[in-house]
């Protein structure tokens, strides 16, 4: 390794995560990946698997690809990118469908959904293929973070007010809903798809008044 | 190493699908028993759900063959044919023409030694296929219960079919009864959008309507495929009724006549 001066944990690798969980966050900044987040956010669970897949297929895919840097030929290379996240992503599938079979039901059509995040694209084209192994795996855990930490945000607040459940388990206590004679109704809104959008504008909203090196000048 | 040269990229491609290739029908084939067991047991599972008993997937095995008494295949003129019904995959049987195919049929005695007459389901959901059972009480009308599935129905809307509170409105309780017959005619279940009323409907779930509208076709295409089957059976019950009259008669007949004899 030519950089084995620079700690493993170093300030520039740290960054690699912190960054994207705030400053340059795949959703929220960089708007990529936005489908899949508009898709899954209506309960937590989904939202919570389809994170850690991403996690999994993202940090394994950065560092094949870092590792095969120099031998992948420039014209061919998003084929070959494309190549091995679908490999990866098939076996994931496969692996699940044999041995936890509970949670591929669950995660059912994402699985094929990670194939076409553009997080995963954008960060073998953008990082991997430029940088070394150990770089490239903390930055498939940075935006795997920064991925998931909007995810389920935004699926805490549809599912919570959408259908009044936290991970399939009543929060709402029974007596407040109109039915049983209190005062409180889910809001139907909340789950269906154009509340996934507002309430990532809202999160990106408050992301800019908290963060200010967001916000254009002009 | 020229990496950019027009045969190297070739050869890296070429080597690359190999690789991929060899990888993934390997994966294949070694996870292939293991899937198919899965998928075995679920569908044991699913069957016992339909007639209420929960069991977990290890333990369906040995619960089914407990519960499950004959595995019937009959075909649309109600006529018992060769084979069992969990060979048949019903995916490929939807597709035939309704003459050539096999309706597969469960009868099952459940814990209160009642039986119940299950139907396996299979229709088209908004993103792909959504499949059940459903279980009849030996009147062939009430609904027992029933349980959904689906491939790739939208989370927390389409696919809210498959969750206990859409389900649960086909269980059979004091509260609630369902039919699908009204004065001697079929007129199955109807999931309708909002709030439902009466025995032959059902709540939809909210944001599914196209789910909804498919688990309506589903239970009316293939409930009604099994009708002249149990128009088939209930004769055979009529039959059984009428011969016991007649026996009865007999019986009163026989004493009448005593009687008259000792009068005489």
């Known amino acids: 390794m030519s950089n084995k001066q620079e700690a493993l944990f170093s300030k520039k690798n740290i960054k690699l995560i912190k960054d994207p969980l705030d400053d340059n966050n795949p959703i929220t900044v960089q708007v990529l990946g936005i489908c899949s987040a508009l898709a899954i956010t209506v309960q937590l669970k989904p939202a919570v698997v389809m994170a850690v897949s991403v996690f999994f297929v993202l940090c394994v895919a950065n560092v094949l690809v870092s590792l095969m840097r120099k031998m992948i030929p420039s014209r061919i290379r998003i084929i070959v990118q494309l190549v091995i996240i679908a490999t990866l992503v098939i076996l994931v599938d496969q692996t699940l469908k044999a041995f936890l079979y509970d949670v591929s039901k669950e995660l059912s059509v994402f699985v094929g ?46 599912e919570l007010l959408g259908s009044g459940t936290l991970f399939g388990l009543e929060v709402i206590p029974p007596n407040w809903y109109i039915e049983n004679g209190g005062f409180y109704a889910n809001n139907g809104m909340m789950i269906l798809p154009p509340m996934a959008l507002v309430t990532c504008g809202i999160y990106i909203w408050v992301q800019r008044i908290r963060n200010n090196k967001l916000v254009e000048e002009n | 190493m020229e990496v950019n040269k027009n045969s190297y990229t070739i050869r890296f491609a070429a080597v690359m699908v190999i690789i991929v290739a060899a990888l993934l029908s390997s994966a294949a084939i070694g996870f292939k028993p293991y899937q198919s067991r899965n998928i075995e047991l679920e569908k044991k599972q699913n069957i016992l759900q339909s007639i209420g008993i929960d069991v977990s997937r290890e333990e369906a095995e040995s619960n089914y063959s407990t519960y ?34 096999s309706l597969p049929l469960y009868i099952a005695v459940d814990k209160d030694n009642q039986t119940k007459y299950i139907i396996p389901l299979r229709g088209t959901g908004l993103w792909g296929p959504i499949w059940g059972f459903i279980s009849l009480n030996d009147d062939l009308n009430t609904v027992s219960a ?40 079929f007129v199955s279940i109807t999931v309708k959008k909002g709030k439902s009323s009466g025995e032959y409907e059902v709540d939809g779930v909210s944001g599914g309507t196209i789910t909804s509208d498919g688990v309506t076709a589903m239970i009316d295409e293939r409930l009604s495929k099994y009708l002249p089957y149990f128009k088939s059976i209930s004769n055979e019950m009529k039959v059984k009724s009428v011969l016991e009259v007649v026996i009865l008669d007999e019986k009163s007949d026989t004493t009448s006549n005593i009687n008259k004899r000792i009068i005489d």
């Not at chain 2, 599935?149 to 269980?171: M, R």
């Open chain 1, 113 to 158: 959904l990670i194939i076409t995040n553009c997080i995963i694209m954008g960060r073998l084209e953008a990082f991997a293929l430029a940088n070394t192994p150990w770089k490239s795996f903390m930055d498939g855990v940075g935006n795997s973070l920064g991925y998931a930490l909007p995810l389920i945000v935004v699926a805490f607040f549809r």
């Open chain 2, 146 to 185: 029933a349980v959904f599935d689906h491939k790739s129905e939208t989370p927390g809307l389409g696919a809210e079919i498959n969750g206990d509170k859409f389900e649960k409105q086909f269980s059979n309780t004091e509260v609630n009864t369902k039919k699908i017959m009204k004065d001697g005619k």
């Open chain 2, 68 to 101: 499950i008494k004959e595995e019937l295949v009959v075909n649309y003129l109600g006529v018992i044919m060769e084979g069992s019904a969990f060979d048949v995959e019903l995916s490929k049987e939807v597709k035939k023409d309704v003459p050539v195919q």
